[in-house]
Each structure stands twice: as C-alpha cells, then as structure tokens.
C-alpha cells in the first residue's frame, strides 16, 4: 500500500471519529486494518495511531 493510500486511510478514520460517523466496532476494525497495513510493510507505526488503538480498546472493554 502506498504512503499516499495511508494518509487517506488516516484522514477517513480521523474523519469518521471527529464526525462520530459509524459505530465504535467500525473504527476499531478499521484502524486494525490500518495498523496491520503498516506492519505488514514493515513501516513503523506512529505514536499516536498506537495511542489511538490503546484508547479505543479501552473504550470498548469498558462498554462491555
């Protein structure tokens, strides 16, 4: 995946949770894809997309 692909899939997902569009699972699902993009190309994952991952976890398991 380009690095162009991932900014826009950055971009929709800052999107989607500033315009709460979607559901919380939604974005989740969406952001793993994006983190296993980034891993699977062997790029680094960025502090704030992990900060992200860690919250919304949080968020979810606080939910059940």
């Given at each position: 995946?380009?690095?162009?692909?991932?900014?826009?899939?950055?971009a929709y997902?800052?999107?989607?949770?500033?315009?709460?569009?979607?559901?919380?699972?939604?974005?989740?699902?969406?952001?793993?894809?994006?983190?296993?993009?980034?891993?699977?190309?062997?790029l680094p994952?960025?502090?704030?997309?992990?900060?992200?991952e860690r919250?919304?976890?949080?968020?979810?398991?606080?939910?059940?």
């Amino acid at each position: 995946m380009a690095l162009d692909d991932l900014d826009t899939e950055i971009a929709y997902l800052i999107d989607v949770m500033e315009g709460e569009q979607g559901d919380l699972r939604e974005i989740e699902f969406k952001l793993q894809q994006l983190l296993s993009t980034f891993r699977a190309e062997g790029l680094p994952v960025p502090e704030t997309l992990q900060n992200l991952e860690r919250d919304l976890d949080k968020l979810l398991s606080d939910k059940n």
